[in-house]
């Protein structure tokens, strides 16, 4: 078990106070890991370190901002004086922002520029950006792991058949940007694990499932229908290929997608 031991370990979570994002620090704590909670709201962040088991803090970050993301760095080196694991987990799955109009907002072929480039900016440039930053920090150190949060549907297309009324009608359609940004950042994965691979740096990628939260019952029944295992994820489904990358135990592995998706792709 000492394999998947992060005990003084020092790690720094992006995105940190979304779904996935806290129970991925959650995780990173409960195996030992200094977590560092890093998202917009630096005192929700301050507050959620808090509870976590370890010498945890909370910082500020936005992930297209280099300034930032540097200040973030220099704010961890001068407590921990390294960063060993960086999980580029901020991401925005964009909503439509009028409900009455859901359908007619989501469609591709009204899809505006505006969306489509927040979306790279954060799902993408962000996870450039602090790679750039933390990971070259990892270089002067002669090691370190970065692990970047992807999807399902960076892997295979959105079935917009999920987002039917009962009766067959079209109510949403899943938008273009979440899933290209999410499989660019599985070919960012594969390049950076490459180019890094002899100064001692794994990359890996983690592409989640469709997880539970409060989705009516209808879509979750669909989307369990279409699930081998028969469900949606829960929450902390994620915990252990998590802890699993960041840790020793998966130390002949890099430049992978790990995909935990209750065998959602193999269908």
């Known amino acids: 078990m000492e394999l998947f031991s992060l005990n003084n370990k020092v790690a720094v979570v992006t995105g940190a106070l979304g779904l996935l994002g806290k129970n991925h620090c959650e995780a990173l704590a409960e195996a030992g890991a200094n977590v560092i909670v890093a998202d917009i709201d630096e005192a929700e962040c301050k507050l959620f370190s808090k509870n976590l088991k370890t010498q945890s803090s909370g910082f500020a970050l936005d992930v297209t901002n280099e300034k930032s993301i540097q200040n973030l760095l220099e704010n961890v080196l001068a407590v921990f004086n390294k960063v060993d694991i960086l999980i580029n987990n901020a991401a925005i799955n964009d909503m439509v922002e009028n409900p009455k109009n859901i359908l007619e907002e989501s469609q591709f072929e009204n899809y505006s520029l505006q969306k489509w480039q927040r979306s790279i900016d954060v799902n993408l440039t962000g996870t450039f950006l602090c790679s750039k930053i933390i990971g070259s920090q990892m270089v002067k150190q002669g090691n370190g792991n970065i692990i970047n949060i992807a999807s399902t549907y960076g892997v295979v297309a959105p079935n917009q058949n999920l987002y039917k ?3 067959g009608n079209q109510i949403f359609y899943k ?3 979440y899933s290209v940004t999410k499989g660019a950042v599985i070919s960012f994965t594969k390049y950076l694990a490459s180019y890094w691979a002899e100064k001692n740096i794994r990359v890996n990628c983690l592409s989640p499932g469709g997880v539970k939260n409060n989705q009516n019952e209808e879509f979750i029944n669909e989307y369990s229908y279409r699930t081998p295992l028969g469900r ?9 290929a998590i802890v699993f990358l960041a840790s020793d135990a998966s130390n002949y592995m890099t430049g992978e997608n790990l ?9």
């Open 175 to 177: 938008p273009p940007a």
């Open 165 to 167: 009324d009962k009766n």
């Open 232 to 240: 949606m994820a829960n929450p902390d489904d994620y915990k252990g």
């Open 259 to 267: 995909i935990v998706d209750g065998g959602w792709t193999i269908w």
